[in-house]
């Protein structure tokens, strides 16, 4: 008689959280932009809060996508680093397309920065939350 073999689960892997968070960060940060754009809109929100509240918006979305993605326990910040900066350069391409106008300079460089710190941050909130 045949003893069957149970299949161990599938480890995805590392890659697989990362593009997990930064699927849940776009989506996060989609929803949240459509939000302050209705909140602008209402309220005649001053020009000069509207990129403060991007980054707002930019960082909690990352967070969130790495709090939600990010199970394994070791390398939290350099998972968390990845995932910021990618998303940041998918959200740069997203934004940008629905806007129709491509713009590189110094900005995207300081949202790089700002992403890959955020990320990384996130990161080892969200690896250590996991170990208690």
């Given at each position: 008689?045949?003893?069957?073999?149970?299949?161990?689960?599938?480890?995805r892997g590392y890659v697989f959280e990362v593009v997990k968070a930064n699927i849940i960060a776009l989506i996060v940060a989609l929803a949240a932009m459509l939000l302050s754009a209705l909140i602008v809109k209402l309220f005649s929100?001053?020009?000069?809060?509207?990129?403060?509240?991007?980054?707002?918006?930019?960082?909690?979305?990352?967070?969130?996508g790495c709090l939600v993605s990010l199970k394994k326990p070791n390398n939290g910040w350099l998972r968390g680093l990845i995932s910021g900066f990618i998303f940041v350069w998918l959200?740069?391409?997203?934004?940008?397309?629905?806007?129709?106008?491509?713009?590189?300079?110094?900005?995207?460089?300081n949202d790089c920065v700002l992403g890959a710190v955020s990320g990384m941050i996130s990161g080892i909130i969200a690896v250590n939350i996991r170990k208690h």
């Open positions: 008689m045949r003893t069957k073999r149970r299949a161990a689960p599938r480890d929100v001053g020009d000069g809060a509207i990129p403060i509240i991007n980054q707002v918006i930019k960082s909690v979305s990352i967070f969130v959200s740069f391409v997203v934004f940008s397309a629905l806007d129709a106008h491509f713009e590189f300079g110094l900005g995207l460089f």
